[in-house]
């Protein structure tokens, strides 16, 4: 049975601003929100009665020698005090719902629009702020939900225990009442400068976890060109620049929670010294003495609550504007899109010169491998070009065809986790048989063989338990099981020894029959099975025809597929050993 959505539907967010984003958090799910706040409300009114009744109890029994209304004082004390908890419970069972039901709705609503956006994504966003956005500023959105529950609370309360105090002495509850102001003034500036330099922290943070990101995928050539080494330092050069951002961070929220315990506790200690006094001028009772203190002790709870829910507030503005910054990202989207063709078509670049037929095995070999990877972008329509569909320029067709039809299959294409059937049933209607077959064309038998369970095996994320080259042959199978029109292949083989590239060029053209498929490579193996093959040298096609014909008539050619076949099997063998 497929994992339940949190929320089939989460909502269009509103993206004007981060106080708008976190607003509508709340709407959407305003009757929990209410009832947080009713909860904590009487939750913290009922530790304010508590006093009310000791005082009771010390006044109208212990001192009056009253047992039965002491008794009876004492009881309503328990009583109370059975109350309270249970609502001390349901407060924070409330709160608990609240921030989970946000975060996944914030994570629906990311997930929703990174996948709308696509190729776009990383061409507008680095893929650590991705990370960061999704993981630690989605959690302190939820968390700026405080507010709508022990922070409402906390201000009722207040007023709530500033009254009380009124019935015992004007002059007591001024100063409770005056306590709000101060501490506005006290952490108002901190809370400000925690955004500016929380703002600062976080950007810097996906930045580095960009690097990082960045570094691990491409250590292996890093050490293949002594590079490593390099990297390395400067990116403990940008670490020490997070760490002293972090400590800045650190001081002022070290400050503000100090405060937070600090400030009640002045409140405290000058109420009971102003309660003392007057208890010992006999302008009040001993049993009111005791229900100030009480009072002014439960009031250091709304005060807590107040200032930690600026503070949770302050961070979740700071969170909740990284959010709609990449929800703002507009996907691509082509104003009058025709229908793609209606049958397989031949697909034209102008800029490189090359066609692709409707069906066939065309092998690519560039000189330059960015030549070839900016040629799969424009064939299948990630970036504005003049490329022709069946005659249509494909970044005029509706995009959503476009990707049906169109794979560009990279070797870094993510794995997700899950069971390997799972991870291999692309489309929905895909059989056992289709993945055996697909299997089988990857050269991924082994693989499936040595796990166990077979096709039911676990996969972890990112395919963290297989070698490079598994990696890349079950990726291989994905993208055959996509069964595209046509199908772009980059270095599907880079990470396998020859022999195992043998057998996948062997059946690749079987596989593919009557569709059309690119391989981007330079391997010789991949290139002799290609019906034709075409030679870019400075992003134009040079030179087409077949692999044999071309070794013999092009030299650079012959040069950069023997540069290719010169390369010692155990190479590949090192490749997959730093792959794993």
Known sequence: MPPQLPHLDPGVPDTRGPARYLWWLIRRQWPRALRASLVATTW?????????LIARAIDDGLRAGDTAALLTWVAAIVGTGVVVAYLGIMRHRTMTFLREDA?????QVLLHHIARLGAVLPRKVAAGE?????GTDVAQTSWALTM???????VLSYATGAFVLWGVDPMLALFVLLGVPVVVLVVGPLLNRLQRVDTGYRQELGLLTTRAGDIVSGLRVLAGVGGRDLFARRYADRSQRLLRQGYRVGAIISWVQALTVGIPALFLAAIVWLAARMAAAGEITVGEMVAVYGYVAILAIPVFFLLEGGFMTVRGLVAARRIIALLRIEPNTVPGARPAPEHPADLHDPHSGLTVPPQGLIGVAASDPADAIALADRLAGYVTSEVTWG???????DPAEVRARILVADHDSHLFSGPLRDVLRVRPDVTDAQIAAAVRTASADDVVDSLPGGLDAMIEARGRNLSGGQRQRIRLAQH??????VLILIDPTSAVDSHTEARIADRLREHRTGRATVVCATSPLLLDQSDLVAYLHGGRVVAVGVHDELLKTEPGYRALVAREADEPETDAAAGMGALR
């Open 148 to 154: 709508t529950g022990p922070g409402v609370g906390a």
């Open 391 to 397: 005659g249509l320029p494909v970044t005029g067709v």
């Open 480 to 485: 055959l099981l996509a069964e595209p029109d």
């Open 103 to 107: 975060t996944a709705r914030s994570s």
């Open 130 to 134: 991705v990370a960061t956005v999704s």
């Open 44 to 52: 913290m009114i009922g530790l304010a009665i508590r006093p009310y």
